[in-house]
């Protein structure tokens, strides 16, 4: 019998430490914390946590710009308080993988303070340097990810260093060997104190063009549209090389104990996605997948095409994955509207391949506005629209001041949505028909029913317009699971499929037998259905 490894049958649930629990009342999440509410994680029924960035950093990027990759940030604890939160994990049967930043640092690591202080020092390398264009204007026209030139100059050594993101992350040079070796050691620390794995921040961009020749130019590109897309990145992202190095990353994890999980960040259409598992499924053993996320429209017909073809795709023994929702993009529940929720819910966890929930989302939280003037995010300080912080306020744990995320009269690092009091942990756990206690069902069914999580995938097509169906299953076990994602109500005709039981329905009032000929299917309502 086919062995599956944890994060195969199991559920990640991204944690934005800043945001969750603010285990001291300084207004910023933190590992205790987090630790104060492992025991919230276990009944919902996860299986793993991601934790954004937790090291040493200014919090240019805050804690995607690291100073120290084997530290822990004091507003965030210790080391100790870290190993506190591991090991409490552990004892709920719950993993835990950290995000890894390898792409560049932070302008107040050491390495970079080096680097800047001569073009001769021996840590200049580390970093990416070129001189002026013979003008004195910036070396060729990249773009950075959160808007303007991707080029710094700096005025002691006069050359430019190279941000693909804010001007105090610069990019570290992965061509360096020293660069590669010093990394692994990072991850080596982690790995070595339990770490269950990492997600790597923007793995496809960690190699850039040995030429720096300039990017081309999107023709289709319009004010409002995001900054990365004003370019087509062909020469700062995706570049062959970056496969070997993580084909490393991949040999250092795999020689570790139980399982260890490596987990790419990639915006990437899917063509090119699948291509980081890597040609002997030894690159990342998930790259994630945000279709869902990224697509323009939400339909029965984009939904079920765009998961067909990755299915498709995927590289012979290759895991699949789905994402909802993290930090950087709107939130689900904003996205599509509180009418489809329940039906995206129901998608991610009855899905093949391993679901990733962004915190707060089980409770149909929704982006929350942030006025200009707390706009805390660096691209949202240049241009608002492009402001990530609505997705990154407080979790709602109760109708408490500061919603039982900071003690009252505390004033927390972002706003805290002005519905708390009625849209929160405690308020949904004592309705059996909220929104939560959907997520709680279906992550309970996903355990419990192999053909959940192991199952086979195969889409029902003869289903009328605003349906999407398909099958799960695994040996004897049969589940139909049918999503109305459009207004009206429909009638499925299956007679082919006979006759079936629900197992849980959106709603979640209605169960009992059901005729396949004739399956009424009320508008944004789904069911899981046994047959
Ligand atoms: C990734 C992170 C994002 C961060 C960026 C730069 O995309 O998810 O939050 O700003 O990398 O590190």
Known sequence: MTQYAWWQTGVIYQIYPRSFMDGNNDGVGDLNGITQRLDYLQWLGVDAIWLSPIYPSPMADFGYDISNYTDIEPLFGNLEDFDRLLEQAHQRGMKCILDFVPCHSSDQHPWFREARSSQDNPKRDWYIWRDPAPDGGVPNNWLSNFGGTAWQYDEQTQQYYLHMFDARQPDLNWRNPEVRNAMLDAMRFWLERGVDGFR???????VKDMQFRDNPLRLDWKPGDSNESIQIGVYTEDQPEVHEIIRGMR????GYAGDRVLIGEIYLEAEKLVTYYGPQLDEVHMPFNFQFITME???AETIRSCVDAYEAMLPTGAWPNWVLGNHDRPRIATRIGC????????????LRGTPTCYYGDELGMENVVVPVEMINDPPGKKNPLF????????MQWDASPNAGFSAAGIQPWLPIAQDYQQQNIEVEQQDPHSYLALVRALLSLRHDIPALSIGTYTAVLDVPEGCFAFLRE???QRLLVVLNCSGPDLELTLPRLGQGH??????LDREGKVELSALQLPANEGYIIEL
């Open 200 to 206: 790597v921040d923007v793995i496809w961009m960690m």
């Open 251 to 254: 040999a250092l994890v795999d």
């Open 297 to 299: 429209s939400w339909s």
């Open 339 to 350: 009418d489809q929720i329940r039906i995206a819910q129901m998608l991610l966890l009855t």
């Open 387 to 394: 402001s990530r912080d609505p997705e990154r306020t407080p």
């Open 474 to 476: 695994h040996e004897e």
């Open 502 to 507: 629900i197992l849980l329905a959106t709603s």
